[in-house]
């Protein structure tokens, strides 16, 4: 049973940055594509940026491109999200997990919360 436990969000202003953590306990996560997501009050959980296994390739949503910045440490089974330049939009619950073709692979954690004032 894998959990994963994200951590580091915050209330910070617009123009702002945080660096989120999602540790992975239960199993070694180093083969896999790892992903962040967020979902907004109201809102569909989207996907926000993914990294492959060995941190070659990463991938972002067109919200988040130039500003956000995917890393992993797999020796820690920890994958960060930087976050920069933050804006109100960007305010959310903010998920990571293991991806396979696309498709979150493992239960979702608890999330930790970002908010951005204006």
């Known amino acids: 049973q894998v959990q994963l436990v994200e951590s580091g969000g915050g209330l910070v202003q617009a123009g702002g940055s945080l660096r989120l953590s999602c540790a992975a306990s239960?199993?070694?996560?180093?083969?896999?594509?790892m992903g962040w997501f967020r979902q907004a009050p109201g809102k569909e959980r989207e996907f926000v940026a993914a990294i492959t296994w060995r941190g070659d390739n990463t991938y972002y949503a067109d919200s988040v491109k130039g500003r956000f910045t995917i890393s992993r440490d797999n020796a820690k089974n920890t994958v960060y999200l930087q976050m920069n330049s933050l804006k109100p939009e960007d305010t959310a619950v903010y998920f990571c997990?293991?991806?396979?073709?696309?498709?979150?692979?493992?239960?979702w954690g608890q999330g930790t919360q970002v908010t951005v004032s204006s």
């Open positions: 239960g199993r070694t996560f180093s083969r896999y594509v």
């Open positions: 997990n293991a991806l396979q073709s696309g498709t979150p692979l493992w239960s």
